[in-house]
Each structure stands twice: as structure tokens, then as C-alpha cells.
């Protein structure tokens, strides 16, 4: 839930439709992968391997032809461990003569290791084929990714992938290479500390301020033993021009021992396993003479240590270890610590090194965290806890948190999702610097050697830096190297292997200088930009030879005169070109106005002069501006003649480089399409094998099942005799060459042919077996179809003639067809039950179902047509009844106007004595007392409403219309015509003329259209 509601808020897949949108991180170890997802679907998600568990094995076993991974190759190395290739990261990036190569030998002494032509490890397989490690690492990468992409339902490129973080740039740029092999895109090389610190910061932001807070962690994983000490706080970052607030994690201390892990123990309780089992002296035969017995014993020492961690004691036991002889053994862990005692003083060296390199102590810690599947180990925990002083934290997933971590880093450099920033800082572990030699002046031929530091230890990354080299004037060499490495010690400086990365060769300096001679040019040496990336790798971009040209004063206005006189002679074509371009239409439209000026009055000739006066006016003024102007132009002319300085300019000059590895040459392009060829062979002989695989389990099923079913009651009535003999003589022949010819070199179509035959042949019979299953269900859906369809035309006997919805020659028809159905069911039942079971029927399922379908048809039919004719007569009722009411409202309306009519020849004398002039004046001062027609029309009331205040409203009517113009046009205003009151709105009459009317109209009858309309 917290991973879920997390992404949420901090998660936004982009509205996106394209594939591959999805990215995912690979937390690689020696012994075990995990594997995360972000897509739109899948939230940070750890992907489930075919097992179902949420860690696979970094094996692969390449035997018979069959390539296996995981738990499947797992099973492999305790059969033949010559056929599988585990703990592979420690042989990546190392030549053959390391110490680690020759460690691994020691332990896996039944592999055939041997050098590539880069100086590399490769294995040999066979005689005729060889595998270098990348290609047995892209293997597996490729594995990860198809184990991502079935969980996401989408494809993935793109990919974080975590990286020890004593790892150097060899090993760093092979494990690249093998994750290209493996068709992913690697976004960034992530520390396996920096992955778990995001992890844990990434869910505690707000616990993250201004003070810096510093964790430890201490990872004790399968081969090594990382602690990192990490500040957590926010700082201030600008972007875009805006300063932004974010959290940060940065690595301040690293401390490690590569060969301290949970393998170390393992191998230990193997040894001794061995031991035990040579001292049962059952055989004259060394138990590590024979390679299955060893991983056998591998095996059972990887269980007895993970029982260890949990229990005091159990037994080691393996059934026939060799020779028929089964072994077991009692363990306890005292055993345990014993065997492992001269490792548990290497226990806290790791944090005593961290410490050392942040320059801090442990006071300065605020929590320590575990991480990893070794510290689980009681003994470590143990003395861990007393070496710290403190309760250690066990709060964070130690298998899951770096994959977490890395894929949330994934995310956030993906395109395709917008997460919430949190800026992550690595640390330099082995320091860079930079060696070249320098001729010493005055002595010719004699030079000196030059060291500079490029990244100093703990420098944080991604940055870049410029190195300048003085003095330099023809092409000169480079060397990128490692330094002041002392503090490791002899052992883990001869694991790291060449201290000499590369060297690089700088081209065309010479060629640079003469380019750039003269009195004024002055050389500031070649500088070289380095950059080391997000991923750790380190990079000469480019190098460039950097000149300072000083200008003089006299130069200057030289160049400025030029520049003007340019500008000058631009403008002026462009004001000649616009000048021709409007000159003719300029003319034209002079003589036009000339013309319009001679016909016009001498009215219009006076407003012109007036107008020409005006213009000459605007003239004048711009012109008086336009000087102005000239005159500030020039006194900033005199203030550009003031003395000047000399101008500084800087020149540059890119120069060509030749780069060197001496660590360990890279892939070249032939070299990885070699070896993707290789995989691409590899993958298409897996495809092949799995469509083998599925047609031979199809055949095997189907012949079977054949044999089975000719014996069943419903098979044995639908055929013949001699028709399930030669069935069961074709499912023999099939079953005795599957058990003697069948084989994984047979193809594919063979499989198919094989399959394709026992078909052709049983086919009739299927399909007989299933007319005759299917049959009685298929009768009594028609006979249901025909019952529902006689209901449907009793029914729709009573709804014909004119106020009915069917004609009777149409009920007739359908009728008809009922019957015609019932006939042909009854004739088609009988020729049935005359036909045997054995031959195909005369009446299948495929016929009754239609018949089913074309009385479905009618009926629908039927149906649908009432439903059309109910409409029409729904829509001709409501057109009728419209019409009368607007009859009656018609009616209503001239009854009305006729009375009011009447009502004014009856008191039309009494009102326009006085002029309308100024009874309208005396409303206007007084209108609650007079109620006048404005006020009275306003209330919405019922006609009733209407028919109290005629009378009153009749008398200022006839006032208004003894007025002149004036007061009809305001009556006519103000007064709307009973044909347009309903939709004519007049301002609210008074509180007092609301009331009067709401209580006349209480007792007269509101038949109206419900009171919308205002009558007159």
C-alpha cells in the first residue's frame, strides 16, 4: 500500500499510446537478480519470475543444444556443473591473470577458463564453441528483460541497471556492454548504496530539511560487504531561471571488502562438507575429484547456512553423493563461527573505512541501517551492534530496496513519466589523475614528468572539468590513471588490475600555433575537457587549443566604421526597393483625390484646408522629433571618440585525439555484432526448441486421448468397427515412433505431419459424436423457438384492423411459416432416426439453428413493426391535441379582447381631459397611488389578474392616447400588444400594486396556460 499510494502522488505516466513506454531497473548480484517495472499499468513493481517469486538466480546453462536460466539452470549445476555459469559478475572486466579470475578457478575448478584477444575471460564450452563473460551476462540480461516485459504486457528498452560501487570504469564499460547485448538501453550505472539510499529517502521526504541528516548503511551481500554513509538534507537548485527546493542524497563515505559475503560462507561449509564426507572413507575416490558430488554438496551447504541463521543446529544430509553413498553430517553454528573465525575481524573494517574517508565518527550517525541477504547472519549482526553502540535499523526490504531505488531513477530519467525530484550524488572511489611529460626550457631532449589530479577521492559525480596544458607546441600523449590508492592495501590494488587507463594523443597542435601567429595573439596552452558521467565513466570529450587575441583601439573603429557602413548600405537598398515598390501606387491615388477634390463644394474644400492644415501640423512635429533623434545620435558619437581600451577576444581551436585503453580494450563494433550474432543463433535455436517442445506435448495429448475416447459408450455408437481399427493401428504407429524414433533432433514438421494424419482420420468421428451431444439441446431450442412464436400470433390476433398494429395477411404469412418449420422439424426427426449412428446425420445442429434464427427473424420483425406504428399514432395524438389548444387559447384570447373592447366603449369619456402629457408626468411622480399600466402589466399573474385592472387600465390607455407624438411613442414603448406579452418583459411594478392584485385575483378562475402570459 505504501508503494501504491506513494506512486500516486509521485508518479505520472504521461498520456502516451506508443510502446515501449514502460522502463525497469536490474539489481544485478553475484548470486541473485531482481527485477522492477514503471509502466502505466504496472507502479514499481518487482516483476515475478515464471516461478512466481520476486528473485531469479544469475545462472545459465548451456547443454544438449538446451539453454536454461534461473532456477532451471540451478538444476543443471547440481547434475553437471560443467554445463552451468554461475557468480559471473566477478569475472567482468578482469584480464585473465587476476587475482579474483584465479580465485574463481579455484572454486570452480571444472570450468575450461581461457583469455580472449582483448585479455579477457571467456569459457569454453565444446571444442568448437566459446562463450566470453559479456555474452553469458547478456544472456542473462536478456532473460531480465523478457521476464519484464511479460509482466508489464508491453516492451522495454530502457533500463537502470546497479552497479558495485568499486567497481572502475573496466568494469563498469563491460557490464554496458553486456547489457547491450542483451537488448537494453542502459539509462544510467547506478551504486548499489545510492539505489537503496533513493529507496529509503524516497519515502521519508518529509522527514528530509535543511540540516543534514547522515545514515549509514551497512550491505553485506552474497560476494562483498558495502557500508556507505549518506547525507540526506534540501538544498537550493535553479532551473529555467527559477530556484527550486529538493531533497538530496549524497554519498560523504564508502568502506568495503569485495571477498566479504554470504558466498565466502558457503564455499567454507562446502569445504568442510567435503571433508567430512572423505573421512567417512567409503571410497578410495576424492569426493573434489568429481564434480556432480561437489555440487551436490554446494547445494546442501547453501541450505545448512540459511538453517544457521535461524537455528542453533540441523543436519547436513545428501542422498547418493557418489558411488551410491548418501551422507549426513551434524551442524551446529558454534561449528559454523569456528570455520568462519579469521573472517569476523573483517566484519567492522568496512565502517571503520567509511568513516575514515567522510572524516567522521560515529557520533555523527544518526541511524545504521542493514541491507543485504548476509547480514542476516546473527554472528555479524552481533558484532556490529557492539562495534556501533546502537540498536541497527531493520526497516528497509534488504533484497528489494536497490531494484526499488534504481527503477524510481528510471522513471525519472525516462521521457515517458514525470516524477517528483529527488537529486542523487555519487562519490569518486578511486581517485583520477592525469600523467604527461613536458620538455624542460633551455634543455633540449630533456623532460619532465607532470601529475595533476583530475577527481580527487569522494569527488561527487556527474561533474566535469577542464584541464589546461602550458608550454605544449607540438602534439604530445596524456595519461589517464589511478592514484593514491595506498589506502586499499596491496590485495585489493591487485584486484582493481592496471592502474594505467588510457593515454591520449593530442594531434595538430603545431598546425594550431601557426594559424594563430601574430604580434597581438597570445597562447593560453590546449585544454582538455573531461567529463564523468551519471553511470561513473569517464570521458575526454573533446581538447582544444585556446588563443587571446588583443585588439587595439585603432582595430576597433576600424571595425565599427565597416559595420556601419554596412548597416548604412543595407537600409538604403531596402528603403529604395520599398520607395519603387509603392512609388506608382502613390500617384494613382494622388490624381484620384485630385479628381475628388475638383467635384467636391466649395463646403468640402474648406473642411479639406482645415484637414491639410492638421497634417502639416503632425509633419512638423516628426520632424522636430527626427532632430532630436540626430541630435542625441551625435552626442553619443562624441562620447564613442572618448580613448578606448584594447579588446580582449578569445579564440579556439579543436584538436584531434587518439585514445588508448590500457585497462582493458572496449567491444569493438565487429566484436558485439559478433557476438550478437552469436545470442541471435542462440535465441532462434530456443524458439525452435520450444515449438518442438509444444508440438511434441500436442501429439503426445491428442494420441492419447484418441486411444481413450474410441473405447467411450458415444464414440464406439458413432463408428464402425473397422474404423476404430485403423484409428487405433494409426495411434499405435504413432506411440512406437514417439518411443523410438522422436527425439529433440526431430523437426518440427514431423511433429506436425504425425498430428495432421491422426485428424484427418478421426475427424468424421468428432464430428459425428459432437452432431449427436449437441442435437437434443438444439431440438429443444426450437421447439421453444416455435411455442414462443405461436404465443407471439395468438396474441397478435387481437391487434389488426385500423386501431391494430398487423394486417392479417401479414399474421397469415407468419403463420405460414410456423407451420412450415413445424413440418420440416417432424420430417427431418424421422429421416434421422432411420440414418445409424455411424453415418453422418441427416439433420445437424447447423440446420436447426437456422430454422431457430428465421423464426427469431419474424418475430423481430412482427415487433418491430408495432413499435414504429405505436409511435406514429403517439406523434398524430400529440399533434392533434396541440392543435386544439391552441384553438381554445385562440378562443379564449378574442373573448377576452372583445370584452375589453366593450368596457372602453363604455367608459372612454372619463379619462383624457387633462392631456396625456400630463397624466403621464404625475405616474412618473407617483405611481404607487395612480397604478399605472407599466406598473400593472409587470406582475405575471393569471388572466384573472388582468380582468380586475382593466378598467383602470383602459383609463391610461385613453389618456395616453389623447397625447401628441411624444407620449404615443412612450406608450407604445412601455405598453406592449397583447399578441406580444408573452414574451415582452417591463420593469416590477410597486410592492402595494403586487399585493392589490394577488388579492383580487384569489377568487377568479386560473384556466389559463399556467399564468405565463400578461394580458392587456
Not at 563515505?253 to 569485495?258: C, F, N, P
Not at 633540449?444 to 584541464?467: A, D, H, Y
Not at 392631456?915 to 407617483?926: A, P, V
Request: charged letters at 35%; glycine letters at 6%; a negative charge.
Amino acid at each position: 500500500m505504501l508503494n501504491k499510494g506513494f506512486v500516486v502522488l509521485c508518479l505520472l505516466g504521461l498520456a502516451s499510446g506508443a510502446l515501449g513506454l514502460a522502463v525497469m531497473s536490474v539489481d544485478l548480484g553475484s548470486e541473485w537478480m531482481k527485477i522492477a517495472v514503471v509502466s502505466p499499468g504496472v507502479p514499481m513493481e518487482i516483476v515475478l519470475n515464471p516461478e512466481s517469486k520476486r528473485k531469479t538466480s544469475v545462472a545459465v546453462s548451456l547443454k544438449d543444444g538446451e539453454r536454461k536460466f534461473g532456477s532451471d539452470a540451478m538444476s543443471v549445476c547440481v547434475k553437471s556443473p560443467k554445463h552451468c555459469y554461475t557468480h559471473l559478475t566477478d569475472l567482468l572486466g578482469k584480464k585473465i591473470d587476476n587475482p579474483l579470475v584465479e580465485l574463481y578457478k579455484a572454486r570452480f575448478a571444472h570450468h575450461r577458463l581461457e583469455a580472449t584477444d582483448r585479455g579477457t575471460v571467456q569459457f569454453r564450452i565444446s571444442e568448437e564453441s566459446v562463450y566470453s563473460i559479456e555474452e553469458l551476462l547478456g544472456m542473462i540480461f536478456a532473460h531480465a528483460k523478457a521476464q519484464a516485459e511479460g509482466f508489464a504486457e508491453q516492451k522495454i528498452k530502457d533500463a537502470v541497471v546497479t552497479v558495485p560501487v568499486y567497481f572502475n570504469q573496466a568494469e563498469r564499460e563491460a557490464l554496458i556492454a553486456a547489457a547491450q547485448l542483451g537488448g537494453l538501453n542502459v539509462l544510467q550505472l547506478m551504486s548499489e548504496p545510492m539505489s537503496v539510499a533513493l529507496n529509503y529517502g524516497m519515502f521519508r521526504r518529509k522527514e528530509i530539511n535543511g540540516t543534514v541528516r547522515h545514515m549509514m548503511l551497512y550491505d553485506m551481500g552474497a560476494q562483498d560487504t558495502t557500508v556507505s554513509i549518506i547525507g540526506y538534507q534540501i538544498v537550493k537548485t535553479k532551473e529555467k531561471g527559477f530556484t527550486e527546493t529538493h531533497p538530496q542524497a549524497q554519498i560523504l563515505g564508502i568502506g568495503y571488502d569485495r571477498t566479504l559475503g554470504g558466498t565466502e560462507i558457503t564455499f567454507r561449509l562446502r569445504e568442510h562438507l567435503a571433508d567430512e564426507f572423505d573421512a567417512m572413507k567409503k571410497t578410495t575416490t576424492k569426493v573434489r575429484s568429481v564434480p556432480r558430488a561437489m555440487g551436490k554438496l554446494l547445494k546442501e551447504a547453501e541450505r545448512v547456512k540459511l538453517i544457521l541463521s535461524a537455528n542453533t543446529e540441523c543436519f547436513a544430509q545428501v542422498e547418493n553423493v557418489m558411488e551410491d553413498i548418501d551422507f549426513k553430517v551434524k551442524m551446529t553454528r558454534d561449528q559454523l563461527h569456528t570455520m568462519m573465525v579469521d573472517t569476523w575481524d573483517r566484519v567492522n573494517a568496512p565502517v571503520k573505512m567509511a568513516l575514515d574517508t567522510a572524516a567522521m565518527t560515529l557520533d555523527s550517525i544518526d541511524q545504521v541501517i542493514l541491507v543485504g541477504g548476509g547480514s542476516r547472519v546473527p554472528k555479524v549482526q552481533e558484532l556490529l551492534t557492539e562495534y556501533v553502540g546502537r540498536e541497527l535499523g531493520k526497516n528497509l526490504n534488504t533484497d528489494e530496496s536497490a531494484a526499488m531505488g534504481a527503477v524510481y531513477k528510471a522513471a525519472d530519467l525516462s521521457s515517458g513519466f514525470k516524477v517528483k525530484k529527488f537529486i542523487t550524488k555519487e562519490a569518486v572511489v578511486f581517485p583520477l589523475d592525469v600523467s604527461f611529460e613536458r620538455e624542460l626550457d633551455g634543455e633540449e631532449g630533456e623532460t619532465k614528468k607532470v601529475r595533476r589530479t583530475l577527481f580527487s577521492r569522494m569527488n561527487p559525480f556527474p561533474q566535469k572539468k577542464i584541464m589546461t596544458f602550458n608550454k605544449h607546441v607540438k602534439d604530445f600523449t596524456f595519461y589517464v590513471n589511478y592514484q593514491d590508492l595506498d589506502y586499499l592495501g596491496a590485495t585489493e590494488i591487485s584486484f582493481i588490475g592496471p592502474q594505467n587507463i588510457s593515454s591520449v594523443l593530442v594531434k595538430g597542435v603545431a598546425s594550431a600555433l601557426d594559424t594563430n601567429k601574430g604580434d597581438n595573439i597570445e597562447t593560453k596552452g590546449v585544454k582538455a575537457h573531461f567529463s564523468l558521467d551519471d553511470s561513473g565513466i569517464l570521458t575526454c570529450t573533446s581538447v582544444e587549443s585556446v588563443f587571446e587575441k588583443t585588439i587595439s583601439v585603432e582595430e576597433q573603429e576600424k571595425l565599427e566604421a565597416a559595420k556601419e557602413k554596412e548597416k548604412d548600405d543595407t537600409w538604403s537598398k531596402l528603403g529604395d526597393t520599398i520607395s519603387q515598390f509603392f512609388s506608382t501606387d502613390e500617384k494613382e491615388k494622388k490624381d484620384e483625390e485630385g479628381d475628388k477634390d475638383a467635384k467636391k463644394d466649395d463646403k468640402d474644400s474648406t473642411g479639406d484646408k482645415a484637414k491639410k492644415e492638421k497634417a502639416n501640423a503632425k509633419e512638423q512635429k516628426k520632424k522636430a522629433e527626427e532632430k532630436e533623434k540626430e541630435k542625441a545620435k551625435e552626442e553619443k558619437k562624441k562620447k564613442d571618440k572618448e580613448p578606448k581600451k584594447p579588446k580582449v577576444e578569445t579564440l579556439k581551436e579543436d584538436l584531434s585525439i587518439e585514445s588508448v585503453r590500457f585497462d582493458l580494450p572496449q567491444l569493438s563494433s565487429d566484436l558485439m555484432k559478433e557476438s550478437r550474432s552469436k545470442l541471435d543463433a542462440l535465441d532462434k535455436v530456443d524458439r525452435d526448441r520450444v515449438a518442438r517442445e509444444t508440438a511434441l506435448n500436442e501429439l503426445q495429448s491428442f494420441n492419447f486421448d484418441l486411444q481413450d475416447k474410441i473405447y467411450q459408450e458415444e464414440f464406439e455408437a458413432a463408428s464402425t468397427q473397422e474404423e476404430r481399427d485403423k484409428i487405433t493401428a494409426e495411434c499405435s504407429a504413432v506411440s512406437d515412433w514417439l518411443d523410438e524414433e522422436a527425439g529433440p533432433a526431430t523437426e518440427l514438421k514431423e511433429f506436425n505431419s504425425r498430428m495432421k494424419q491422426l485428424k484427418e482420420i478421426s475427424s468424421s468421428l468428432f464430428a459425428r459424436v459432437r452432431e449427436h451431444r449437441d442435437r437434443p439441446e438444439a431440438l429443444a431450442m426450437l421447439d421453444k423457438s416455435i411455442e414462443n412464436s405461436r404465443e407471439f400470433h395468438d396474441k397478435s390476433k387481437n391487434l389488426t384492423g385500423d386501431d391494430g398494429f398487423f394486417k392479417e395477411k401479414e399474421l397469415e404469412a407468419f403463420e405460414k411459416k410456423i407451420v412450415e418449420v413445424e413440418s420440416w422439424k417432424e420430417e427431418k426427426v424421422k429421416e434421422q432416426s432411420e440414418v445409424p449412428l455411424s453415418e453422418m446425420p441427416k439433420l445437424t445442429v447447423s440446420m436447426i439453428n437456422t430454422k431457430v434464427g428465421d423464426l427469431d427473424s419474424e418475430v423481430k420483425y412482427m415487433i418491430q413493426k408495432a413499435k414504429m406504428v405505436k409511435a406514429e399514432r403517439d406523434r398524430a395524438k400529440r399533434l392533434k391535441d396541440a392543435e386544439e389548444k391552441k384553438a381554445a387559447d385562440e378562443a379564449k384570447k378574442a373573448a377576452k379582447k372583445a370584452k375589453k373592447q366593450k368596457e372602453e366603449e363604455g367608459g372612454g369619456g372619463g379619462g383624457g381631459d387633462d392631456g396625456s402629457g400630463e397624466t403621464e408626468e404625475t405616474t412618473k411622480e407617483n405611481p404607487s397611488e395612480e397604478k399605472p399600466a407599466a406598473a400593472e402589466e409587470t406582475e405575471p399573474d393569471t388572466d384573472n389578474n388582468a380582468t380586475k385592472e382593466e378598467g383602470e387600465k383602459e383609463d391610461s390607455t385613453t389618456t395616453t392616447e389623447a397625447g401628441g407624438a411624444d407620449t404615443e411613442e412612450a406608450r407604445t414603448t412601455e405598453v406592449p400588444s397583447a399578441e406580444e406579452s408573452t414574451t415582452t418583459e417591463v420593469p416590477s411594478a410597486s410592492d402595494s400594486s403586487s399585493e392589490q392584485k394577488q388579492a383580487d385575483g384569489d377568487s377568479e378562475n386560473k384556466s389559463d396556460d399556467d399564468g405565463s402570459h400578461t394580458e392587456l
